[in-house]
């Protein structure tokens, strides 16, 4: 029972099932989105953008995301069976879905969100999925933000009421109705690193700002 189960909700009707409920789900949020506006001026200057978060945070932002799908973004997911299904949602969202983690298939989906991002120039990366350890930045961001040319641009996700699962990556669901704030943060732009060691410097840099709004209690 349990594996036809399994075998349903990696299923194009469920995922279609998943995406509407999650927009639904979404439209209850009282919901704010701050400083957007700056890193959208970056692409009408030409400028490559690469928004990036924590695993944590990314649900509250899908059913906004949806607006970007005239940018034709790109996201990079791993090749898991969950992935599928994340992957299915963010098709839908407007999104391309380059598969791939640090643990299966890295390599070719990094090479293909770098040329992904080079052409339509903006992007988003969750930066310590699929399956953490929590607020650990993977070194391949760094990599992709370098050869695209791209800016990083964090972002976050509040709200005044949510829960928290006990999970990997202490995932936060907003409850119904809850005030929910996207922020976006500041521009980081690497330059090129040197040595290994001006490479770990700059993983660590964007690691330490991002951790400050991490959740890490609820």
């Given amino acids: 029972m349990l594996k036809k189960f399994k075998f349903i909700i990696y299923t194009k009707p469920f995922i279609a099932f998943v995406y509407f409920f999650i927009r639904a789900y979404s439209m209850t949020f009282r919901f704010k989105v701050e400083n957007e506006e700056r890193w959208q001026n970056h692409l009408k200057d030409g400028k490559t953008v690469l928004l990036c978060v924590w695993h944590q945070q990314f649900f509250s932002a899908i059913r906004h995301f949806k607006s970007y799908s005239h940018f034709h973004p790109g996201l990079m997911i791993s090749q898991s069976r969950d992935g599928e299904l994340i992957a299915g949602v963010a098709n839908r969202t407007g999104w391309h879905t380059a598969r791939g983690s640090s643990s299966k298939g890295g390599k070719e989906a990094m090479t293909e969100m770098i040329e992904y991002l080079k052409c339509y120039r903006v992007g ?41 699962f006990k999970s990997w990556d202490r995932f936060m669901l907003p409850k119904p109705f809850s005030k929910v704030t996207l922020l976006f943060g500041d521009d ?31």
């Fill in 124 to 164: 988003a990366h969750i930066l310590d999925g699929p399956r953490g350890p929590m607020g650990k930045v993977k070194p391949g961001i760094i990599k992709m933000a370098k050869e695209s040319g791209a800016i990083l641009v964090p972002f976050y996700i509040f709200a005044d009421k949510a829960w928290f």
């Fill in 188 to 218: 980081i732009c690497f330059e090129p690193a040197q040595t290994q060691e001006q490479f770990e410097e700059q993983r660590l840099y964007l690691e330490n700002t991002m951790r400050a709004r991490l959740h890490t209690q609820g």
